[in-house]
């Protein structure tokens, strides 16, 4: 069974891709994935300047959920070309950097410092929910504000494919990512951490995480990235790509995504609960479903419920 896709010109060996922020930190740590399986990389977010994040504790996980209020630590761009530049000397799988801003401004000015380092798409994040505290809602939120992000971006990176990082906490998912297609987005993400949410200590009757608050992932969220990429792939007519990122944990969750219309699937939490070689078990468990069901490619699972609910109506 063949689990080779291009997307946008770009051939990705598998549809596994390491999410933003998890392992994302050194050219070192994204060719252990790589050796480990994933399809593709995704840099952490990236800023345009050092950006210290959050105080610890900074993350709490159970069997069934993780709550991360890390609040996008990064070092700038000038540390970002050096990574960069090393992991493309050989540059095993496709690379997507991550890049964050806290005004539309700087979104335009962060990108265009990382298409210099000419990475294999851009991923705009717009929806982390744990920096509120520091830059008000994100801009996801929005859908004039998603818009703008989109457009800036757009404007300064050339043929280098734009993907918007979509929110799941928003109204209609939809229409945020109609409004960022009309804007030029060449393909979303979709999505990232739900919430945020708390957890109290019970003896201390605290907050756990310093920030009282943080992002949801994990297994729990997988039915709400379901949902979100196909509202997502349905408001775009299917016509944009997507990266599903949300509670995958197993082959079967990343074909489930595929189906609400997912083409690459994004793999973070499930690294520390099942290795980081989950890359390769992910696609074992995705190859072993459809031999048995007689899928040949793997880009004919994009999409399926759409089409099998068009078949029925």
């Excluded at 998912?173 to 009309?182: D, F, T, V």
């Excluded at 299917?238 to 082959?251: A, D, E, H, Q, R």
């Amino acid at each position: 069974m063949n689990l080779k896709q291009e997307v946008l010109g770009v051939i990705f060996e598998n549809p596994t891709v390491l999410a933003s922020g998890i392992m994302g930190v050194t050219a070192s740590s994204w060719r252990f994935c790589a050796q480990n399986g994933a399809g593709a990389i995704t840099t952490k977010s990236l800023w345009i300047k050092e950006h210290l994040g959050n105080p610890n504790p900074t993350v709490i996980s159970t069997d069934h959920w993780t709550l991360n209020a890390v609040g996008l630590p990064d070092a700038g761009v000038e540390k970002a070309e050096q990574e960069i530049a090393d992991y493309l000397k050989d540059k095993p799988t496709p690379l997507i950097g991550n890049i964050v801003a806290g005004s539309i401004e700087d979104f335009g000015k962060t990108a265009e410092h990382i298409v210099k380092f000419k990475p294999d798409f851009l991923e705009v994040n717009i929806s982390c929910p744990n920096v509120e505290d520091e830059f008000g809602k994100p801009f996801a939120c929005s859908e004039p504000d998603a818009a703008a992000a989109t457009k800036c971006v757009k404007e300064v990176s050339g043929k280098i494919p734009v993907f918007i990082k979509l929110s799941p906490n928003v109204d209609n998912i939809g229409a945020i990512a109609s409004a960022c297609a009309e804007a030029g987005a060449d393909g979303f993400t979709a999505i990232n951490t739900v919430g945020p949410g708390m957890a109290i200590d019970l003896r201390s009757r605290m907050p756990i995480l310093a920030n009282k608050v943080g992002g949801l992932s994990g297994p729990a969220i997988k039915p709400i990235a379901v949902k979100c990429i196909a509202d997502v792939y349905a408001a775009t007519e299917g016509k944009l790509p997507i990266i599903g990122t949300g509670g995958v944990y197993t082959g079967e969750d990343a074909l489930e995504l595929m189906l609400a219309g997912a083409t690459l699937i994004g793999i973070g939490t499930a690294v520390g609960d099942r290795g980081i070689n989950v890359f390769q078990k992910v696609c074992d468990e995705m190859q072993y479903w459809c031999t048995n069901e007689g899928i040949e490619n793997i880009s004919d699972m994009i999409g399926g419920m759409h089409k099998e609910l068009a078949s029925r109506s």
